[in-house]
């Protein structure tokens, strides 16, 4: 299992942070407040953010915060960063304040995503206190949610992953655009919780380098108000709303401001891996999630 604890936060950019700042409140249901050293911090539990939003441009997703449950496993996955060779940037105390942690490397996997690893969250146990009345989110040792990574360069990517970072695979979809064709893969990951996946690569390449980031609720109820405020808000739909089958997970999808999708949903499933097995799924979802209404630029 990978010393990797839990997707402690993701990094994004837009040029207007106002856009983040109302989505959040309007739309997510989340806090928010300025980040120390400039950008907006998204609280969704009693830390202090999970979602840091920086302005610069082009709109897109920055980064991803992996956090490491102890300094010693820290310093060990740094240990084996330098056994194999793989690059990476100390930063300095200016970047932990603003990250909030006591330590944290920056490197990149082979497809150029970045990755930002941490020990030591800094908490003020500050309640979640929802604009929207969300009760909570699921998060805790399991995480903000999972991330989905564009891969193109898939072989070296996977391997990273499973033998630098030191995810494990769920499992594995094949998608077939074309039945006779080539195979899409999208490899779903786990670290050490019990979330089915934190991290899925997704062979295909995305202009907002993130294909989506999934946060989760506790009940049908707030997906479907989260839906509402959604059209209020005049939010983009990417995809409707279904039941994917490897995670159970009851979701919609739509566009964020800085261009990648959210997943909004609840009942996602949690493993006990030592009784998982592995398996390849045909397809994504039980039931619904068409996401042709992305592509069709729908708004309903
Ligand atoms: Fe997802």
């Known amino acids: 299992m990978s010393e990797i ?4 936060y993701f990094v994004a950019q837009i040029d207007d942070l106002q856009k983040w700042r109302d989505y959040a409140e309007n739309v997510l249901g989340m806090m928010t407040s300025d980040a120390p050293g400039g950008g907006l911090y998204i609280k969704m539990d009693d830390r202090p953010f999970r979602m840091l939003v920086l302005e610069g441009a082009p709109d ?6 992996w956090e490491l449950a102890s300094k010693s496993a820290f310093d060990a996955m740094l240990a084996r960063l ?10 300095d105390a200016e970047f932990c304040r603003q990250r909030g942690v006591n330590e944290a490397v920056v490197l990149h996997d082979p497809c150029g995503n970045r990755h930002e690893l941490t020990w030591g969250y800094l908490s003020d146990c500050a309640p979640f206190v929802s604009p929207q009345g969300v009760p909570r989110f699921l998060t805790g040792d399991m995480g903000l949610g999972h ?39 999208i490899h779903f990951l786990h670290c050490a919780n019990a979330r089915h996946h934190s991290l899925a690569i ?7 380098k993130c294909v989506h980031v999934m946060v989760e609720v506790d009940s049908m109820t707030e997906v479907g108000r ?11 739909l ?11 997970m009851t979701s ?19 493993v006990d891996w030592d009784k998982h097995t592995a398996f390849e799924f045909t397809s994504v979802s039980i039931w619904g999630h068409d996401f042709g209404v992305g592509q069709q630029g729908e708004q309903q």
């Open 5 to 8: 604890r839990a997707l402690s």
């Open 60 to 65: 897109q997703y920055l980064a991803s915060g």
């Open 82 to 91: 330098q056994a194999l060779d793989v690059e990476y940037r100390v930063q």
């Open 147 to 185: 991330t989905v990574l564009p891969a193109p360069n898939f072989d070296a990517c996977a391997s990273f992953y499973r033998d630098v970072l030191g995810f494990e695979i769920s499992d594995i979809f094949n998608f077939r655009p074309d039945p006779s064709g080539p195979a899409i893969r």
């Open 202 to 208: 997704a062979e295909y390449d995305v202009p907002s």
């Open 226 to 236: 989260a839906h509402d405020r959604r059209i209020a808000q005049g939010v983009p």
């Open 238 to 248: 990417s995809a409707t709303l279904g039941q994917h089958l490897n995670d159970k």
């Open 252 to 270: 919609f999808y739509m566009k964020t401001p800085s261009g990648f999708d959210l997943e909004y949903g609840w009942g996602g499933l949690q």
